[in-house]
């Protein structure tokens, strides 16, 4: 795995900011939320979208249809992937001190498509596999038409910033003031499954889908 | 409140995709969620930073430290702000089919800095009620100091995408396939509130908190 330099580029907030130097934390925001944004240039103005992201090393991947203007947009590009997470409301007793308990990493590479098939199906293959362990194999097989219909995309990580909070209010001056502090945490988590109609309704939930439920994350 | 065209621009996935071309609809996803996601170019790179943004009319705000190297290269610029909510795993019978129940938007506009030092003290009065009915007035009052080391930005929408997904899987053609099909909503809540330290750590928690709270909603 190559080594990437982390740097201070993002900022949730204007307090109680935490940098932390560390690949294996950067790696750790990747992996708690299925969903990040990517940011790409197109005619010198920035676009934002949203995806879900898998990670393997310092490798990070995407996907969509092979038809979407994004896709075609940000190969070859240097784009900036982020992923953040909302862990709490920091209640402070001033407006100023008020704060969110969050993780997120800022992540810079060149965006690339994976043009041979085979790795495109092996890369959904380890996404599917990555998101609810043990599906792949349970799925009707992919066809060659739906594959070539997939864009698969990946960056390895070339720079990238980790932040997070993790506190009570940071405000002990004014503990004196009158006013309730504390924290509301923020979680966000898979609720009970919802069958599809059909003639298989009725299957049991897969134990691993079960398990990702009762585990409280999302991946 | 003026117009602004909406457009499609935004893919989280490839398939169930749906763009409704209201304003209104717009404004409902960013109401939903106090996360947004800003995109912005310096020296021709993409740059996506998190941060909270509340919403008045046609107009965004966002707020930080007056000394962020993200608020002082924004301004100016012509920038996207996106907001994503994850409302479900959408699991097919197929690979390809699985999918995302989401809500997206991305507006565009030109930020601005707030140079009044009044507006800037009542749009940080607007953000906090906004998120926290009467709070405000319960906190220790705001120093001119405090005042000068905020900086408020905010948009006017000139263009904007939106996007959800709503339903159970779409392969109704794969119906026969012997595989648990079905949604596992996601879903994201405040917590039980922890109180911080101090002297006044016992006050009741304020009932427009636990309103929120109870409401299942995050604003």
New interface residues.
């Given amino acids: 795995m190559s080594s990437f330099p982390v740097t201070e ?7 109680h900011e935490r940098g932390t130097h560390d690949e294996a934390a950067v790696h750790a925001v990747l992996d708690a939320a ?2 990040c ?5 197109i005619d ?9 992201h898998w990670r393997e090393g310092n490798r990070v991947y995407w996907h ?2 092979a038809a ?3 896709l075609r947009k940000v190969a070859g590009q ?5 992923v ?1 997470l ?1 862990d ?2 920091v ?1 402070a ?4 001190n ?1 704060s ?1 308990n ?1 993780r ?1 990493a ?1 992540v ?1 590479g060149r965006a690339h498509v994976v043009t041979d098939p085979d790795e495109t199906a092996a890369a ?2 380890r996404f ?1 596999e990555d ?2 362990p043990g ?2 194999d ?6 060659a038409q ?1 594959l070539k ?2 864009s698969v995309l990946w960056l390895d990580i070339e720079e990238a910033s980790v932040k997070h909070r993790a506190a ?2 940071g405000d ?1 001056e ?28 009725d ?4 134990e691993a ?1 079960a398990d ?2 009762a585990s409280g994350r ?1 991946r």
Same sequence: chains 1, 2.
């Fill in positions: 580029r993002s900022r949730i907030r204007r307090l299925p969903l944004h990517v940011g790409y240039v010198g103005e920035a676009y934002v979208t949203p995806t879900i969509g249809s979407s203007r994004f240097r784009v900036c992937l982020t953040s909302m709490g409301y209640m007793r001033s407006a100023f008020h969110v969050y997120s800022m810079f959904l293959h599917v998101m609810f599906r792949w349970d799925l009707r097989a992919m066809t739906e219909a997939t009570p209010p002990p004014d503990a004196g003031h009158p006013v309730w502090a504390g924290v509301l945490p923020i979680t966000t988590t898979l609720g009970a499954a919802e069958p599809a109609p059909g003639p298989h309704h299957l049991p939930l897969p889908l990702l439920i999302l």
